[in-house]
Each structure stands twice: as C-alpha cells, then as structure tokens.
C-alpha cells in the first residue's frame, strides 16, 4: 500500500506541472486566435465594403477604450473618428480577454483602410499573468495589413516580433 501511495505522488509531482502547462498555452493560443480571427475580419470587411474599419477595445460597444483586455469591437467608421455613432454598424465583438491573461502593445484604436492596410504596424503581445515569456505570443499587424501571428524563428523557445526581436512580457 505504502508502495502504491509513493508510486501516485510521484506521478502526481510529475504530472501537474505538465497539465498547468497545457492549460497556460491553450488560454494563451485562445486569445491570439480570436484576437486574430477579429482582425483579420475587419480588414477583410474595409477592403469588401471599400470603407474604413476599426478594431478597437471597448466598455460600451460605442467608444473605444485603451483598455485592450478589455471586449473588442469592429465596427464601419464613417468618419474616421474611432468612435461608433449612432449610424455607424457594427460588425463584430468579442469577449474579452481571459483573466489570467496579460496584453500589452496596443493602446490605440487599428483602422482599416479600404485597400486592407493598418493605420499603425503592432505588435499585440499576450503573456500569462506569471510573465513567464516561453509562453507569450504576438500577433503583427504590418502597415499594409499583413495580419500574423509570433513564430520562433531562431529556436530558442522565445517567438520573436515584428521587428525580429524577441517577445518580452511587461
């Protein structure tokens, strides 16, 4: 019995720091991915609609806020003026991020423009709130609108940014 009790605390020790992992990268993958489905939706929707859009993080679904853990919207901006009026559509929402989840590099709303570009090249880094930066990940958003997510080009278990630099967690 002793035996079968020191056999399940070591596969207990050994395996709980695998699970958190996991659960850590998913909630992580999560967010870039929806994050990413958002963008990638409203450029596809300024260039469809020949108008500008914006992405934005918002309290209200009516004002952009600089909050980016905040819900997200998307919506046809008329007049280029990152607020949603009264006539202006919306598009699209999204939750917002989750709270064990820390993002940073966007403060601004990002306006699309009707030939797909971004009114600002970006670096959207989502980190977990333990700032452990083997998880962090980014999605780029290049001028001309080219929307992408962090890869780690060089191996070495950080992904890298927009600049090539690697992903840092503030």
Known sequence: MLIAIAILA????????????????????SDVN???????????????????????????????SSEWRN???IFIDTNSNSKR????????????????????????PILFAQEGSSSIRTTITLCPDNQDTTFATALLIALHGRIS????????????????DELTCE
């Open 10 to 29: 070591i596969l207990v020790a050994t395996v709980t720091p695998s699970v958190s992992n996991i659960l850590t990268q998913n909630r992580i993958t």
């Open 85 to 108: 009026d009264d006539d202006e559509r919306l598009i699209a929402t999204s939750d917002p991020i989750h709270q064990r989840n820390v993002i940073s590099g966007v403060t601004d």
């Open 149 to 164: 997510i962090a890869i780690d080009s060089n191996d070495d278990g950080i992904k890298e940014d927009l600049s090539g």
């Open 71 to 73: 819900a997200k919207m």
């Open 34 to 64: 929806r994050l990413s489905a958002l963008a990638q939706h409203a450029r596809f929707t300024a260039i469809n609609e020949q108008l500008t859009v914006t992405l934005c993080a918002t309290t209200d679904y009516m004002d952009c």
